[in-house]
């Protein structure tokens, strides 16, 4: 048996209501589809289908990995697109560059590695998804957004969690397996 699983560093709720509170000041549209936030995390590891039994190992691995990562202090600075075939697709609001954060992901990336999860090849874009563009949405407000220069939202990151995704019809559902105090 498997699960959809990834890991993800966890924002506080206040920034939550933060970004929620500059996205819709930003952007007002009536129709736009924004993420759930029970959904807004940090992706620093997704590892797809996973067997079930390995989950006490990557909890001990992350376990570990916690209690040597001090808490981390993080802004996010601006919004970005992601395009798939020159369309938009996912509207975000992306971290400044850190170098503490960059060494988390890495720690957890090798350590999935030696599970026979492949090591990721792309480069590290920290960003939380705000908007799932399914073609509504009007493009060059959202474009303009992410020329905005956005006043800095500042938290401290102080868990990481091992998160399981259920694919429904009406779209996905995260569940968190455990969650880690970074020390």
């Given at each position: 048996?498997?699960?959809r ?20 000041h ?8 924004w ?23 990557i ?105 399981k ?6 779209g996905?559902v ?10």
């Amino acid at each position: 048996m498997t699960n959809r699983l990834f890991i993800t560093l966890d924002i506080p709720d206040e920034t939550i209501e933060e970004i929620i509170e500059l996205r819709n000041h930003l952007y007002s549209a009536k129709d736009a589809k924004w993420e759930g936030k029970d959904k807004y995390h940090i992706t620093l590891k997704f590892l797809g289908d996973t067997k079930v039994d390995l989950i006490p190992r990557i909890n001990s691995h992350l376990e570990n990995i916690s209690g040597t990562t001090k808490e981390i202090k993080l802004s996010f600075d601006r919004f970005g697109m992601f395009y798939r075939e020159r369309v938009p697709k996912i509207f975000w609001i992306g971290l400044e560059q850190n170098i503490y954060l960059q060494s988390l992901h890495n720690k957890i990336d090798n350590a999935c590695a030696e599970f026979g999860f492949q090591k990721e090849k792309r480069k590290f874009n920290p960003h939380l998804t705000i908007l799932r563009i399914k073609g509504n949405e009007e493009f060059s407000i959202l474009e303009k957004m992410t020329q905005t220069k956005i006043q800095p939202i500042i938290f401290t990151a102080k868990t990481i969690s091992l998160m399981k995704s259920d694919l429904k019809p009406t779209g996905s559902v995260y569940y968190t397996i455990k969650s880690f105090e970074l020390s």
